[in-house]
């Protein structure tokens, strides 16, 4: 017997065993077992959701006679009877499945509604499924409106879409429609597990999240690949060979790119790019499959209750949530799809890739985290050292300025970038030298930046430039900033600042704001100093509580590092 793939063999036969689609099938169940049956049902989804599938079971659950033959129109199809199997054989003479794309004008539509007159030759209904509809011409929608509209008592149409957008309001109004979702991958790897046990092909758990994942919600697209998995590993489908064969970036390469961007170390980052390079993998599948990191260290860092608990890279998860700030993650995850959506604008995809690691480093701020660490450990390649566990310092306070090592600073230019808005009256000015204690003089301020900033109506971009800029002095009606982030200093957001402070001092306020490294006080340093102090001192709280001291003498029970949160 010739071998039928996964796909084919493997289509539901009933409603129980199709995945994915409850609501359309508990609307069809209902349906039926009350018999309120419309004379026209339209199912929208992309390819391999299950539309032909649903078709085909709507034709037997009609047509259904039983195994004793005199069953009824019933919501369970035998799958025994003459109807059931020739509809799962493809050749029930009264199911007449139509391809709208190659039948697409007003000739082969005619043809079909001439036929529909007649009553079905052995069948209670004459069910006309018809394949993507929406590549019918307007003639051919127009032919259909009105046997659409009030076919035969006999006759059942069935449309099925990728693209309802394309299909007639005229059209819509006349069908039952419903919407079939895409599969998500906690519902393909069961399934596919399922299929494999039945197949008697060994395979490693984490191969099938990399197959559901390459089938981008398909469930005929993820047996296709299955198919092709077995093809290419052989008697037992490996991780190893499924990332060979999609060509999709092993998770260490993930995990090493961001260790080194933590570490700030360009060269480990493009040491890893050549290895990615070496292998021929996809750029933009690394980006992807980077921006799908980022995505989970964001969610760990503000709902940590929605990971699923079998997720492979926790241990990675917890380890960068504490590194990086979620400001950084957002502006990271940010960088890397629009890098990706900008390679075919590179000169190579060598370069675009590369760049956009280099633009990761380049917008990292002086420090990150909560600074809960002393001087950072001996520079070495961030490829092959995984981040360090960071702890308080002995008198309980941070210094932000031990968190990153001399040799880790970026560069600063001799003449930092001045951003200034401009005025068409007066010439840009130069920044005042910085002035450690600001004093205010007219309008009002009286040289209180942190006080000033909690009065500041800004959100957005806006804010965070208030919350990282360092006053330098007030003079001439200007408020002179320093930024540690070029990135903020966006002429609309300076904008908006500038709207915010004429709010409260007058319509004369003017602002000027350059990049530098920021020596101090602002509000993201005293809120990370203050977080600092609470862990500090709950970390000295639970040090000292009589109960853990007589854990930890007693039975050698260990305080694990970073596990001790401040209460909120």
């Avoid at 052995?122 to 032919?143: C, G, P, Q, S």
């Avoid at 480093?361 to 566990?389: Q, Y």
Wanted: net charge negative; charged share 25%.
């Amino acid at each position: 017997m010739p071998y039928q793939v996964l796909a084919r063999k493997w289509r539901p036969r009933s409603f129980e065993t199709l995945v994915g689609q409850e609501h359309v099938v508990r609307a069809l169940t209902h349906a039926l077992e009350q018999k309120r049956l419309h004379h026209a049902y339209l199912f929208t989804g992309t390819r391999g959701v299950g539309k032909t599938t649903l078709s085909r079971l709507l034709a037997k659950a009609l047509n259904c006679v039983g195994p004793d033959g005199q069953g009824d129109i019933t919501a369970k199809p035998c799958g025994v009877c003459r109807v059931c199997q020739e509809i799962d054989q493809g050749r029930f003479v009264d199911y007449i499945e139509m391809d709208a794309a190659s039948n697409r004008g007003v000739d082969e539509m005619a043809q079909l509604l001439e036929q529909a007159v007649y009553a079905p030759s052995n069948a209670r209904f004459k069910v006309y499924m018809i394949d993507e509809v929406h590549m019918l011409t307007n003639h051919a929608f127009n032919a259909m409106l009105k046997t659409l509209e009030e076919p035969p008592d006999y006759v059942k149409f069935i449309l099925a879409t990728t693209d309802p957008q394309k299909i007639p309001v005229t059209v819509l109004s006349r069908c039952l429609q419903f919407n079939l979702k895409q599969m998500p991958v906690g519902q393909i790897v069961p399934h596919l597990a399922q299929v494999l046990e039945a197949e008697g092909i060994g395979f490693e758990p984490l191969a099938l999240p990399l197959l559901a994942r390459g089938a981008a919600g398909s469930m005929r697209d993820a047996l296709s690949l299955t198919d092709q998995a077995i093809a290419y590993s052989g008697e037992r489908v490996t991780e190893q060979a499924v990332r060979a064969m999609l060509g999709t970036l092993d998770q260490t390469y993930l995990v090493r790119l961001l260790d080194a961007l933590w570490a700030k170390d360009g060269g480990a980052l493009l040491a890893i790019a050549d290895e990615i390079t070496e292998r021929s993998l996809s750029y933009s599948a690394a980006l992807q499959d980077l921006a799908g990191l980022l995505h989970r260290v964001a969610v760990r860092q503000s709902v940590p209750e929605a990971l699923v608990e079998d997720v492979s890279d926790r241990a990675a998860l917890d380890r960068f949530a504490e590194a990086f700030t979620p400001e950084e993650i957002q502006l990271d995850y940010e960088i890397v799809i629009r890098g990706r959506a900008e390679l075919g604008l590179a000169p190579d995809e060598y370069a675009g890739f590369t760049m956009t690691l280099l633009r990761l480093l380049a917008f990292r701020p002086e420090t990150s985290g909560e600074e809960l660490a002393g001087p950072a450990p001996e520079a070495k390649s961030a490829a092959t050292r995984p981040l360090t566990s960071r702890a308080a310092l002995p008198n309980g306070r941070a210094r932000a300025q031990d968190a990153v090592t001399p040799a880790a600073r970026p560069l600063q230019s001799p003449r930092p970038a001045l951003f200034q808005e401009p005025d068409e009256k007066e010439p840009a000015r130069p920044a005042p030298a910085p002035s450690s204690s600001p004093q205010g003089s007219g309008v009002g301020f009286d040289g209180d930046w942190l006080g000033l900033t909690k009065r500041l109506k800004v959100s957005g971009l806006a804010r965070q430039l208030v919350e990282q800029a360092e006053l330098l002095s007030f003079s001439d009606q200007t408020f002179h900033l320093r930024v540690p982030i070029k990135s903020l200093l966006e002429p609309s957001v300076l904008e908006k600042l500038r709207a915010a402070l004429r709010e409260q001092f007058g319509p004369d306020v003017r602002v000027s704001a350059q990049v530098g490294a920021v020596e101090g006080q602002t509000v993201a340093a005293t809120e990370r100093s203050a977080r600092a102090e609470r862990l500090a001192q709950a970390v000295a709280a639970i040090e000292s509580d009589p109960f853990v001291r007589t854990l930890v003498k007693d039975f050698g029970a260990t305080i694990v590092p970073g596990s001790i949160k401040p209460a909120p």
